[in-house]
């Protein structure tokens, strides 16, 4: 077989793989990024906090909340974190200016700093707890990037707080926001749908990645943001998940996986976890895409969902 056709034949299995949902039970988790005190369109910020705390209760679940510190390092702020105390969700370290480690002005010695400072933010609430999430999911674009965090968190107690299914939820808020200030009353039922689409996309692609790599089925975390949109469509995306065979687990439960105690030595590092290990795997690694998420990849599809949403309505 010559070489051309053989990786032609590989990566048609590889993504028929991944399009295969066929596994026994699936656990998630909401991990929840950036809470934050700014003002949106239709919503304030003591309005959007309390329906993604609402959506949360209503599911019986309990989130990672991965705090941002210069986000909420206020007295609204304070207000908001102890609201997530108050219910018991985990307050995780999210660093304090969500600094770009693969930047080359940003030295181990600065990203450390900040990492401290971002504890020094959450370390008094009740459900404080040791995980840092990397800003941007990036550990490190050289081994002694890499490694220099790495040992602190050890010496610090620290474990990373991996996300397993990573997605552009970030990027769909940024577009509906954007449609909100130019007309209030645009209708969000596109966004709605593309959002949940894209997150049982992402859900799917990567807990089918998990089986290629693992053989198992994983505990996973999901990444979303303390946003407008979650605001208005968290609880449509719950729902959606168990209606698509999830069963939503605490956040807690979650991180005892063993697959949150990997160290990948990939470089750059980053990612998923479930990306970052298999990008040690030869022949899946050649099929991953870099960065794994970004609005990149969502533009033309939200725009053309966007577009055959208008005719849609327009036919009726």
Avoid at 96 to 117: G, M, P, R, W
Avoid at 152 to 160: A, I, L, Q, R, S
Avoid at 266 to 272: L, M, T, Y
């Amino acid at each position: 077989m010559k070489g051309r056709n053989k990786k032609t034949i590989l990566a048609v299995i590889f993504f028929c793989i991944l399009n295969i949902s066929t596994f026994a039970q699936k656990q998630i988790s909401i991990t929840i990024d950036d809470p934050t005190t700014k003002e949106t369109p239709k919503l304030n910020w003591l309005v959007r906090d309390s329906i993604i705390l609402k959506a949360l209760d209503l599911h019986k679940i309990k989130a990672a909340l991965f705090v941002c510190g210069m986000r909420v390092d206020n007295s609204n702020g304070k207000v908001l974190l102890n609201k997530w105390d108050s219910k018991n969700h985990l307050i995780c370290n999210h660093s304090y200016s969500h600094l770009y480690y693969n930047s080359k002005s940003i030295t181990s010695e600065i990203y450390i700093a900040d990492f401290k400072k971002g504890d020094s933010i959450i370390r008094n609430y009740k459900n404080y707890n040791q995980l840092f999430r990397f800003p941007f999911l990036k550990e490190g674009n050289s081994v002694e990037k890499r490694d220099s965090i790495r040992t602190v968190m050890k010496n610090e107690g620290y474990k990373n707080g991996y996300v397993t299914i990573d997605a552009s939820d970030w990027f769909i808020d940024a577009q509906l926001t954007s449609a909100l200030h130019k007309d209030i009353n645009t209708d969000l039922t596109p966004y709605k749908e593309y959002y949940i689409k894209h997150i049982l996309d992402r859900a799917n692609y990567y807990d089918s990645l998990a089986h290629l790599v693992f053989k198992r089925d994983i505990k996973h975390t999901l990444l979303i943001h303390h946003s407008l949109l979650n605001a208005l469509f968290l609880n449509d995306l719950l729902n959606e998940l168990k209606a698509n065979g999830w069963e939503l687990i605490d956040a807690k439960d979650a991180f005892t996986d063993d697959v949150f105690q990997l160290q990948p030595s990939i470089v750059p590092c980053g990612e998923s976890i479930i990306w970052q290990c298999a990008k040690q795997i030869d022949w899946i690694s050649k099929e991953l895409r870099y960065p794994a998420e970004d609005g990149e990849y969502e533009k033309a599809p939200l725009e053309s969902y966007l577009e055959q949403y208008k005719k849609r309505t327009n036919q009726k």
